[in-house]
């Protein structure tokens, strides 16, 4: 079957970048967009202070000796990956690419994934991790759900 096309774009890919183009010229969204980022980047760089020497890119190179439950980690566990994915939202949201959102969903997968392996050994090393647990949420303030 063969597509019509419409001043030298098929109808549906010109639809959508005119969809794109809307969006990041809407004030608003942007707006939205840019407090996001800005949102998740804080939240990073306050994570990452009160983790302090805690910190290890790798989980499996260093397992922690203490609950680290002050700062963003007073109501989520595991804020670092809430910004990240508060990060790769906002992108999604600016970009409208399906590519990316994809991408989006494949990276909460594998958060998700290392969040429970983390907790999981967490909670045999440390025995008031599971109290921790009940009382914090993983990626967000347990009081929001």
């Not at 939205?32 to 302090?52: D, E, N, P």
């Not at 909670?123 to 949420?137: D, E, F, Q, R, V």
């Amino acid at each position: 079957m063969k597509h019509r096309e419409y001043n030298g774009c098929y109808p549906m890919i010109r639809s959508i970048s005119v969809l794109k183009a809307e969006f990041l010229t809407h004030p608003i969204a942007f707006a939205i967009c840019v407090q996001v980022q800005l949102f998740s980047q804080f939240l990073f760089a306050k994570s990452m202070k009160a983790l302090g020497n805690q910190y290890s890119p790798c989980f499996d190179s260093k397992i922690s000796t203490e609950i680290v439950a002050e700062g963003p980690y007073k109501n989520i566990r595991h804020p670092i990956y809430t910004a990240n994915i508060l990060t790769l939202a906002s992108i999604t949201l600016l970009s409208q690419s399906y590519i990316i959102l994809v991408l989006e969903m494949i990276f909460i997968y594998f958060c998700l994934r290392s969040a429970k392996r983390e907790e999981k050994i967490l909670s045999l090393n440390l025995l008031p991790y599971k109290k921790y647990m009940a009382s914090t949420g993983m990626f967000f303030p347990k009081m929001l759900f």
